[in-house]
């Protein structure tokens, strides 16, 4: 009998390739592991020992569903941020916040903009729920907000989507920058404004603007947290916005370990600030390697560097390498950027690995 059901014609339409191949798939399809793990952005530097206790504990309770309002976790973020509780929305990281945003504000077909190469997961969202992406080359490596903002004025853009820091460049743009794209930005558009790597940066690249109801603001615990594996962000919203994703949202996505163990490094503050600090001891020590091996780096305000390798092809070849040695780095994929490969910040023997490694391969000639 054949088939008779059909997958939706936006489901249809989408490629079969995920942007999400992990290190672990890697490591299964070139059968071994890696030594140093340094292509997914995630903390080499662990997790607050608060935290830790306080997910050991919940543990003993995971017979009990989670308090799907989120509210201890979502008062103590408030009272973090100095906003209403009812300002923010707590989901599986980011990557859930930006697809249910997506669903929020746009229709399948409408175009939204981001920079060309922008963070792969929004734009497989924007694919996801059938909209069209409208992208504008960065401009000397950094979101060109001046085009971007005139990119969604002229595609009456519901959403326009820009990470500060940003991945995959690493570099930064000035909050005063943002206040005025905000200023430019048409009144049917919201910025969703990424700040994965908000704890890595300077106070003068983050907004301190109150709640504005034209921006969503996104923040993790992946990052500094050193939480990945936990799945827990949060969104900074208008009310109004919050009761949206409150009728979209999965109510028991984010389990109870996961919320008490964020709740407790939230108050970690001293956890925190030695996290940044290593960081940025080992952003230093790329930035040294790169020039001891003529290999510029730019500038980062994130717990990755990005090494500028001059093309393309020499870039993946850089990769490919230090992959088959069993160095784990990514790159990005589109121009201007596709020249470069980028390196999350490890600890003193993984950088040292690193190093070693590929000082080798170029040594050799890559
Ligand atoms: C810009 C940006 N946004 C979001 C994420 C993912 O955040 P989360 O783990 O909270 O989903 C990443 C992770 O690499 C990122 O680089």
Known sequence: MTDKRNFTSIVEDLPTAIPFVGPEAIERRVGRTFDARLGANE??????????????????????????ENHDLRGAIASHHGVGAAQIVVGAGIDDLLGLAVRLFAEP??????????????VYHVHGYGCEPVTHPYRD??????????????????LLYVSNPDNPAGTWVEASDLEALIDRLP?????LLDEAYAEFAPASAIPTMSVNPRVIRFRTFSKAHGMAGLRVGYAICDEQVALGFDKIRLHFGVNRIAQAGALASLEDETFIRTVVRRVEKGRAHYARIGTSLDLST??????????????RTRAESILSSLQDRGVFVRKPSEPPLDRCFRVTVGTDPE????????TELVRSGA
């Open 351 to 358: 950088r040292d690995v690193f190093e070693k490694t590929l």
């Open 141 to 158: 490596d950094r979101n060109d907000l001046e085009a971007l903002a005139a990119a969604a004025t002229a595609s009456d853009a519901p």
């Open 298 to 311: 730019l500038p980062s305000a994130t717990n990755f560097v990005t090494f500028d390798a001059g093309s």
């Open 187 to 191: 009144e049917t558009c919201t910025l």
């Open 109 to 122: 077909g409408q175009p939204i903009v981001a920079s060309q190469g922008a963070y792969a997961t929004f």
């Open 43 to 68: 903390s080499a530097f662990g997790v607050s020992l608060k935290a830790l206790e306080a997910m050991r504990d919940e543990a003993s309770r995971v017979a009990w569903y989670n308090d799907p």
